[in-house]
């Protein structure tokens, strides 16, 4: 399966949580193709980090970007048992190659009220999408960076489960420090010596459901 993180806005935490589906994957026995389609090279320095902590990152790093990435990765899908591409912030070149060649497309909001007026701009963007398509790609929305406890989370959710181009997830993904601190030092969330069990239970969720189509409930 090729899965590609996808945003036209940064500091929804798009890279983290690409860098930790890789790691996720791994740790499921999975042989993984990390792609960073990112100008910004987040997931690159963040493998660079991860090769010096634990000596061996898990899975295949390459840098791709521009229109060459959907050939790029066709040639590569056999090779692996899945593939996950990060791609930068805004509406590239490459982020529309990472849409045409992957399976599903993972698209964070944050519960902003400006992060929310991006989804006409996303929607137009996968529309085009796939209207070139030979088979549909499977779009999905969730809230990442989510506060805590907040109203902003439900009115965020209720908002993205009304467009049919794309389908809502009920698994937000927090804004806690444990996903950050570990990353800082390459590792994936529940690597660390003393994991945030919210925070894994949070990406576990979201992550089954993606790959498996489990319906685990997340900790709040």
Not at 155 to 168: F, G, M, N, R
Not at 207 to 218: C, E, I, K, R
Request: with cysteine; glycine share 6%; proline share 4%.
């Amino acid at each position: 399966m090729v899965i590609s993180f996808n945003s036209i806005k940064g500091g929804v935490g798009k890279s983290t949580l690409a860098v930790n589906f890789a790691a996720w994957l791994v740790k499921e026995g999975h042989d993984v193709l990390l792609v960073d389609g990112d100008e910004q090279e987040t997931s690159s320095d963040f493998t660079a980090y991860r090769e010096q902590t634990r000596g061996d990152t898990g899975y295949t790093l390459v840098n791709m970007t521009g229109a060459n990435l959907r050939k790029q990765v066709e040639s590569m899908r056999s090779k692996y048992d899945h593939i996950v591409i990060d791609t930068g912030g805004r509406d590239t070149t490459s982020q529309r190659a990472a849409l045409s060649v992957a399976d599903v497309a993972m698209i964070p909001f944050a519960p902003r009220s400006f992060d929310l007026w991006t989804i006409t701009k996303v929607i137009e963007v996968i529309d085009e999408i796939q209207s070139i398509r030979d088979k549909p790609l499977k779009a999905y929305t969730f809230l990442s960076r989510a506060d805590i406890k907040s109203a902003d989370n439900r009115e965020v959710a209720q908002a993205l489960a009304t467009y049919p181009a794309i389908q809502y997830l009920p698994y937000p993904i927090c804004n806690r420090k444990a996903f950050s601190n570990a990353a800082g030092v390459g590792l994936a969330v529940f690597e660390t010596e003393q994991p945030d069990l919210k925070a894994v239970a949070e990406i576990n969720a979201l992550f089954n459901n993606v790959l498996h189509g489990h319906n685990t409930p997340a900790t709040a």
